[in-house]
């Protein structure tokens, strides 16, 4: 009997553990979510020409924001940018689909996406549920590609897999402190519940 009470006592103890970190994570997520701006740039399939021409427009658009978008000081600066250009974004990413021969439709909205954890070089990104420039080709049925907006995390060179320092102080000025070791340190552990 006082081993089932122990056991009991153990079970308890894990139970309310793990509410309480789901808890403090989730709420950490909403507040990271508040003070980022997401991209995603969702396929018209998986075949392999789509997928590569996914990526095309990625580029195209990546490099007319890096151009086009000022230095911006804060997350609502730059997701009013955003729905500012939605035609030239939308007009762009065709231009580069009617290039390669393809003759998709294209949708540029700025929304609220679910994501999954994602990592971009030695920062991880919770998943939930985050406001996104979001670009669906076609379909939008194939494989998508993301990255961090604001701040600026989409245009780290993607072959380092390192976030460089500057973006992690600007990350970092915008984040609470607790919300920005989460994503800089994530626990190597995470309880999870499973019920049969």
């Given at each position: 009997m006082k081993k089932i009470c122990v056991l009991a006592g153990i079970l308890i103890s894990l139970v309310v553990t793990g509410i309480i970190v789901n808890a403090k994570q989730s709420q950490m997520q909403e507040d990271l979510a508040k003070e980022v701006f997401r991209f995603h740039v969702l396929a018209n399939s998986d075949s392999d020409e789509d997928q590569a021409l996914k990526m095309q427009v990625k580029e195209a658009v990546i490099a007319y924001m890096k151009e086009e978008i000022p230095d911006s000081d804060s997350v609502e600066t730059?997701?009013?940018?955003?729905?500012?250009?939605?035609?030239?974004?939308?007009?762009?990413?065709?231009?580069?689909?009617?290039?390669?021969g393809y003759d998709y439709p294209v949708i540029a909205e700025v929304t609220t996406c679910d994501f999954p954890e994602k990592t971009y070089g030695d920062i991880t990104f919770p998943s939930g549920r985050y406001e996104a420039l979001r670009i669906e080709i076609g379909e939008a049925n194939g494989q998508n590609w993301w990255c961090v907006l604001y701040p600026n995390l989409?245009?780290?060179?993607?072959?380092?897999?390192?976030?460089?320092?500057e973006s992690k102080q600007e990350l970092q000025n915008v984040l609470e402190e607790d919300t920005y070791q989460m994503i800089t340190k994530p626990p190597k552990w995470k309880i999870s519940w499973f019920f049969f």
């Open positions: 730059t997701k009013e940018w955003a729905r500012n250009h939605l035609d030239a974004i939308v007009n762009l990413a065709k231009a580069v689909i009617r290039e390669e989409c245009f780290i060179d993607a072959v380092h897999a390192v976030v460089p320092e």
